[in-house]
C-alpha cells in the first residue's frame, strides 16, 4: 500500500489484480447487475486518484469497497428499477426439477437472494455486505459509510424482515 500511494503502479495493479473480483461481487450484489464491470472499473480509478488521501492506518478492502458501494449508488441514483439479478433468478427458478435433489440447493439461493432483493436499499445493502461477502460489522459499517451501530440495527430490522419470507418457502417444501 505504501509503494502505492508513493506512485508506484505496479504496486496499485497488484492491488486491483488482488482486490477486483471482490469488488465486482460487491457492486454486483449491492444492484449494479451487468453494469458492475463498469462501476469496479470507475471505482479503481477514483481509488488511484484518492490515494493521496488513504489514511495509512486505515485498511485498503473496506476504503476501496466503500468507493465501490458509493458508484453503485450512483448508477442507480435518481431512478428505481428492478434488479437484473432478480429478473434472472425468476427465470432460474421457473425451470427448477423439484423432483430432482440437485436443484433444491439452487432453489434455495435463488428464494434466499430474492428475499434479500425485497428488502428496502439500506436493508438490503447491510445484508449483502454482512453475510453474501462475509465483511465483519466494522467493515460493513466503513463499506457503507455508517456507524457500527447502525449496522447492527439495519441487520436485525432486515433479518426479521427476512425471517417469516424464508419460513414461509421452507412450509411449502
Known amino acids: 500500500m505504501a509503494r502505492a500511494i508513493a506512485g508506484d503502479q505496479a504496486a496499485y495493479g497488484e492491488l486491483v ?3 477486483t473480483a471482490l ?3 460487491t457492486a454486483y450484489l ?3 447487475g451487468a453494469d458492475a464491470g ?3 472499473q470507475e471505482a479503481f480509478v477514483k481509488a488511484y486518484r484518492k490515494l493521496g488521501s488513504f489514511r495509512p492506518d486505515a485498511d485498503f478492502k473496506p476504503w476501496l469497497l466503500k468507493i465501490v458501494a458509493n458508484e453503485t449508488k450512483n448508477l442507480h441514483r435518481g431512478r428505481r428499477r428492478r434488479n437484473l439479478m432478480e429478473l434472472r433468478l ?7 426439477d423439484h423432483d430432482d435433489p440437485g436443484t433444491l440447493v439452487d432453489d434455495s439461493r435463488a428464494t434466499l437472494l430474492r428475499a434479500v432483493n425485497s428488502l428496502s436499499d439500506h436493508d438490503r445493502q447491510v445484508v449483502t455486505c454482512r453475510y453474501l461477502l462475509d465483511l465483519t460489522e466494522a467493515e460493513t459499517a466503513q463499506t457503507l459509510n455508517l456507524a457500527k451501530g447502525t449496522v447492527k440495527s439495519r ?7 427476512l425471517r417469516p419470507l424464508l419460513e414461509e418457502v421452507a412450509h411449502d417444501r
Request: no cysteine.
Open 38 to 40: 463498469d462501476v469496479v
Open 30 to 32: 449491492l444492484g449494479a
Open 23 to 25: 469488488a465486482h461481487r
Open 155 to 161: 441487520l436485525s430490522r432486515a433479518l426479521t424482515k
Open 90 to 96: 425468476a427465470t432460474i427458478t421457473e425451470t427448477v
Open 17 to 19: 489484480a488482488r482486490y
